[in-house]
């Protein structure tokens, strides 16, 4: 075979490749065969020198051409190529304007948590503070110092989580304590809500769980009745609810209030009229003022406990307390 024709051959070799790749990627792969250093071209330019000296000028100039054409077909194809890849991407990712934006996706407060904060504001509003404690407590505040002596069936092993430690120490088993912490520090006359979570160690069902929140209230000045605590609660629930709602105050007992009520709403649903109890309430008693250093002969205060939960299900109509801990987004998201 002549040098010329070889040359076609390889030419042709490289040209058909160059046509065939069918995207960029692939004519990048064909790069190196047809246009590299060790390319077929390039390999009869190194065999120039075995040429009679009087050929090798003409020889070169094909050699030179052959490669060019490659080249240019290459660098063609390469073009059209790009072109075809944008055309496709212009197509697949192109945005309709006219469409309504993606919503951003917004977080939302817990329905306890807004269920709270109402009450916060309700009382708030009345001329009260909001004060915290601590969920781990001491037996004292927690029970003795709220006149609860200690073969009260509240401080058995059943109900209370006692901590494993060397300090000891308890997990509150109501927001009661938080009276005597505030009492210690400040004089009467005071009013505070204090809303926080407790724990008992509970049969979890529909309405019971290991944890859960509650208000307190406590109310501490000079002549301080049983009307000045029923008008309050009603009051609250009016505010939290409707006007239009009923409150019974049963006679109940709690070693820290004399005398002690049960606090019931009435409640409408679908089967009827049923009396729900809202929560705990009373004067508060002698001993529990007296282990704070009040007089008891000079003040005279109430306290009331509500549970959270139940004060939320009824906001909300709500049948069954467990969602509430279970952090389904698709459940919380309502209560935007
Ligand atoms: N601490 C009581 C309970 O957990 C509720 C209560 C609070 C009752 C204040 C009277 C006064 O059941």
Redesign the pocket.
Known sequence: MSLNEELKTTEDAALAKIGAAGDVAALERVRPEALGKSSALRGFLRQLGKLPAEERPEAGRVINEAQARVEAAFEEKLATLRDAELARRLDTERVDVTMPPPRPITGSLHPLTLTRREVERIFISMGYEVAEGPEIETEYNNFDA?NIKADHPARDMHDTFYLDTPAGGILR????PV?IRYMLKHKPPLAIIAPGR?FRVDDVDATHSPVFH?V???LVDKKVSMAHLKSTLIEFLRALYSDDIEIRFRPSY?P??EP?AEIDMKWRSGKGDTWLEM????M?HPNVLRNVGIDPAEYSGF????GLERLAMLRYGLSAMRPLYENDIRYLRQFR
């Open positions: 709220l088993t109501h927001t009661s009276q407790v509650q307190e209230g406590l709690f820290f209030t002690s929560g705990g309430a009373g508060v306290a009331f406990g509500c």
